[in-house]
């Protein structure tokens, strides 16, 4: 009889629980946070060919990868989906969530969720990081800005001649401020270099990946954008439509059913952040900078001249979404005009 092995992770110390196929407890207890001790627990336990699941979580790659290393048959469950079956518990411990993922094991109501490969784990840490770093600079830059606003000196806008210069040069007329932005100004450009650095690590892995480059075809998306997308994705195979990524990104409105209530809501916002917001941004370089004309950027203006602009931003965010999918799967780049759809050349 196939036995379903529950597991419940914490940073030290993960709780285990077996049960058998008619849902009966067979064994449970606790081990350290380890991939080889949890292994010679579930086998001593649960027999070599155990099911075995765990719940998403900041540890859930590593461990997943790991057990999965060792040949155990291990299930990523969707932390959403277990929380609400083990909230119907009255007493919430360690022991009795993990009995509860082994009977949802058990039971088969759950959804599996992907588990990434390190190097797309590598390149969305590459990301987030960069990002960081640009919200930093960003904030230190308008806390410089405020504290001159406060003595009539202004910068401007970031045009032109670099931002720390200018401030240099407006610092040279009030010695007094110098103690206090100088330090700042520093920290500015120390976080400005490391920001190179990241853009230079990002360019040498989109030009190792043919796959970025042809998103790359697509106008609004750069090196950043279709990284990201790609380290979201990781596997074209894994959507059997296109259009499903635009719901796994949360591009897509919740919807409210019961009765005769039936409405639909802002977007869901689930998925990676990072990837819908640079999705969201180059939806607006194609509304706002890209100047030749493409159906994609007429469908928007469509939709932004019933619905007005932000609908439309969104709407062409998710469309994006579905297109990048497409083509990555398709192989083939992006066609601006329908003489390009239908194989013609494009006029001049």
């Known amino acids: 009889m196939t036995h379903f092995v529950g597991l419940d992770v914490s940073q030290k110390v993960t709780a285990i629980c077996v049960v058998d196929g008619t849902g009966r407890r067979v064994w449970r207890g ?17 027999g070599d060919g155990a099911a075995v699941g765990v719940e998403t979580g900041p540890m859930t790659p590593w461990l997943v990868h790991e057990l999965r290393g060792r040949d155990l048959d291990v299930v990523c469950l969707d932390a959403r989906h277990a929380r609400a079956a083990l909230k119907m518990q009255i007493n919430k411990t360690d022991q009795n969530d993990a009995e509860g993922l082994a009977q949802i094991m058990r039971t088969g109501w759950f959804r599996a969720v992907h588990v990434k490969s390190y190097e797309s784990h590598r390149a969305r840490a590459l990301l987030g990081a960069r990002a960081q770093l640009v919200g ?43 103690p206090i932005v100088r ?16 853009d230079k690590a990002i360019r040498a892995l989109a030009r190792a990946s043919p796959a970025c480059r042809l998103l790359m075809s697509v106008p609004g998306i750069g090196v950043v954008s279709g990284l990201s997308f790609i380290s979201t994705v990781e596997d074209p195979a894994r959507f059997a439509r296109s259009r499903s990524v635009g719901a796994h990104m949360g591009l897509t409105p919740q919807r409210y059913q019961s009765g005769d209530i039936d409405r639909s809501g802002r977007i869901s916002k689930c998925g990676d952040g ?13 509304l706002t900078r890209v100047k030749r004309s493409s159906g994609l950027k007429d469908w928007a203006l469509a939709i932004a001249s019933r619905s007005g602009f ?12 579905v297109i990048l999918h ?23």
């Not at 990072?274 to 194609?286: F, G, S």
């Not at 932000?310 to 469309?319: D, E």
């Not at 497409?326 to 001049?348: D, L, T």
């Open 30 to 46: 606790q081990c350290a946070t380890q991939p080889e001790q949890i292994e010679q627990a579930v086998r001593r336990h649960a």
């Open 136 to 178: 930093m600079t960003t904030r230190l830059s308008n806390h410089i800005r405020g504290v001159l606003k406060v003595f009539g000196l202004l910068p401007g806008a970031m045009r032109g001649l670099p931002f720390d210069r200018r401030v240099e040069a407006l610092l040279g007329e009030r010695e007094d401020l110098a």
């Open 183 to 198: 330090p700042m100004l520093a920290a500015w450009r120390g976080l400005r270099e490391q920001i190179a650095a990241f």
């Open 274 to 286: 990072l990837a819908r917001t640079l999705m969201y941004e180059a939806a607006v370089v194609i």
């Open 310 to 321: 932000g609908k439309a931003r969104v709407a062409l965010a998710r469309k994006l979404a």
């Open 326 to 348: 497409s083509i990555w799967r398709s192989g083939e780049p992006f066609r601006w005009s329908a003489e390009e759809r239908q194989g013609c050349p494009q006029p001049a």
